[in-house]
């Protein structure tokens, strides 16, 4: 199974600034997605994140606000820009490998 | 649109079996299951695929009807390991996509 690292774990952002979440893969995986879960809530698909192309953004959600690079095979970042409080959530990105996804352990952002 | 997922909660005895549906309004080519613990990353559980078969994991299987766009995971024997929200995701996009849709969970508490 794939194990995935996330970068920050937690993280305390004043509004306004903004924040790039790390995900790093230990294999290769074609797609990284990432996800928006507010505290006791589902999760929501923020965007698909494919090496060599521009991401894939769901309804909602815009490149300007959630910028993502997809370098490699095995890493991606999720920027999260200009932070109000409605920001604050816990992003995970996720990958597919087979017929399984796995989850990061998810970034708990809280903007203040 | 979001799948409908129910119960939104359950309390079970050490033991008992329990049942999770989960119906969509979109055509669905998969459906997945997860389980998330308290501050932890959703866990994969299943993956269920256009064609109607159940599938098992020990003591936690799962069935998907694609003509009524409605999966359902079955727990029995039930563990206090079992305690955690349960989420499906569902794809109505294609076949290997795993651009999912949550529903809003349910979330089950196994008592000694």
């Known amino acids: 199974s794939a194990v995935i690292s996330q970068k920050p774990s937690r993280d305390i952002c004043q509004r306004g600034t903004s924040l790039t979440i790390q995900c790093q893969v230990d294999s290769q995986v074609t797609m990284m997605f990432w996800y928006r879960q507010q505290p006791g809530q589902s999760l929501t698909l923020i965007a698909t994140?494919?090496?060599?192309?521009?991401?894939?953004?769901e309804s909602g959600f815009v490149i300007d606000k959630f910028p993502i690079s997809r370098p490699n095979l095995t890493f991606s970042t999720l920027t999260v820009s200009n932070m109000s409080p409605e920001d604050s959530s816990i992003y995970l990105c996720s990958v597919a490998q087979g017929s399984e996804a796995f989850f990061g352990q998810g970034t708990r952002l809280t903007v203040v | 649109q979001q799948p409908v997922q129910s119960p939104q909660a359950v309390i079970l005895r050490e033991g008992e079996d329990a049942v999770i549906n989960c119906s969509s309004s979109?055509?669905?080519?998969?459906v997945h299951w997860y389980r998330q613990k308290h501050g932890e990353a959703p866990v994969f559980l299943m993956i269920l695929l256009k064609g109607g078969e159940q599938k098992g994991h020990e003591k936690i299987s799962a069935s998907f009807n694609e003509k009524k766009q409605q999966s359902s995971l079955y727990l029995t024997a039930s563990q206090l390991s079992y305690s955690g929200t349960y989420f499906c995701?569902?794809?109505?996009?294609?076949?290997?996509?795993?651009?999912?849709?949550f529903g809003k969970g349910t979330k089950l508490s196994v008592i000694p």
């Open positions: 979109k055509a669905l080519y998969s």
């Open positions: 994140a494919n090496q060599g192309s521009e991401a894939t953004y």
């Open positions: 995701g569902t794809d109505s996009t294609g076949a290997g996509s795993y651009q999912l849709t």
